[in-house]
């Protein structure tokens, strides 16, 4: 089905985005984790096309994504701002 991120992976996005390797519940870092495991299940997807609980999965992860990236727009819109540059989400 879909690829997992190891241990490593997600504390080396959690050290580039949530300040240090532990801090799992900043919201930068999780935005940035949810934009590595879309990326991972949309590569899934362009290769596995009928895989509908992969398309579940992906379409939830997008909707959290979307909350948070909204909970951070009204919280600190500079912030908001340097993320969707550092990811490249926004077009």
Same mark, same amino acid.
């Given at each position: ?11 080396? %996005? ?16 999780? @935005?940035? !984790? ?10 899934? !997807? ?30 600190? @819109? ?5 993320? %969707?540059?550092?990811?490249? %989400?926004?077009?």
């Amino acid at each position: 089905m879909a690829n997992y991120l190891k241990k490593e992976e997600i504390e080396k %996005i959690f050290q580039e985005y949530g300040g240090n390797a532990g801090n799992s519940g900043s919201t930068e870092g999780q @935005i940035a !984790l949810f934009t590595a495991r879309i990326k991972g299940l949309s590569e899934h !997807l362009q290769r596995n096309h009928k895989d509908h609980s992969c398309r579940r999965t992906l379409l939830s992860l997008v909707g959290k994504r979307k909350k948070l990236l909204r909970y951070l727009a009204s919280k600190d @819109i500079q912030k908001y701002r340097d993320l %969707i540059e550092k990811l490249g %989400i926004r077009k």
